[in-house]
Nanobody, 127 residues
Framework: VQLQASGGGLVQPGGSLRLSCAAS????????VGWFRQAPGKEREFVAA????????YYADSVKGRFTISRDNAEMTVYLQMNSLKSEDTAVYYC?????????????????????WGKGTQVTVSS
């Protein structure tokens, strides 16, 4: 599985960005796609995920109500719509895939459980 993340950039506080994660190659029939982020000097943290097993969406508390994950099945693309951005959202954002069934937040929120990673895209929120 190859993943390509895009859509990052510089935005002012309160602004919006939409990230895209395009998957190619031999994608499994049941899997989950997650977004993680890593700010300088910090560990990589979970942001949001969608599971094809449960058809559920999952979010970190810090982004609930502001970020929305969605997918385009035909295009094999997952999006992360980010609204009301804050300076603390500044980070490199990565998309990742966990193969096999994934049910519940615990199955998609640990970076160590993801099997494939794309290169990150920088999101900077600053005035």
């Amino acid at each position: 599985v190859q993943l390509q993340a895009s859509g990052g950039g510089l935005v002012q506080p309160g602004g919006s960005l939409r990230l895209s994660c395009a998957a190619s190659g031999r994608t499994p029939s049941r899997y989950a796609v997650g977004w993680f982020r890593q700010a300088p000097g910090k560990e990589r943290e979970f942001v949001a995920a969608f599971s094809w097993s449960s058809l559920g969406t999952y979010y970190a508390d810090s982004v609930k109500g502001r970020f929305t994950i969605s997918r385009d099945n035909a295009e094999m693309t997952v999006y992360l719509q980010m609204n009301s951005l804050k300076s603390e959202d500044t980070a490199v954002y990565y998309c990742a895939v966990r193969t096999g069934p994934a049910y519940g937040l615990g199955s998609v929120s640990q970076a160590g459980d993801m099997d494939y990673w794309g290169k990150g895209t920088q999101v900077t929120v600053s005035s």
